[in-house]
């Protein structure tokens, strides 16, 4: 039980992180690299993935 309360913080930012992440691939028409490819990086890495698209992924 006290596992679970130790990682529920983490877990529902970590869900936050990745529905903003898609929200933001979402309206973003030009990434750098295909954008498909982005939206399996948000999903599937976790915590890096969406970091990694806010970083690199969208093109000014």
Request: positive net charge.
């Amino acid at each position: 039980m006290d596992l679970i309360q130790l990682l529920a913080p983490i877990i529902i930012l970590e869900l936050i992180l990745a529905i903003v992440g898609v929200i933001a691939w979402f309206k973003t028409e030009n990434t750098n690299g295909p954008r498909w490819l982005w939206l399996l990086i948000i999903i599937f890495i976790t915590i890096l993935g969406p970091i990694l698209f806010f970083i690199i992924g969208r093109r000014q």
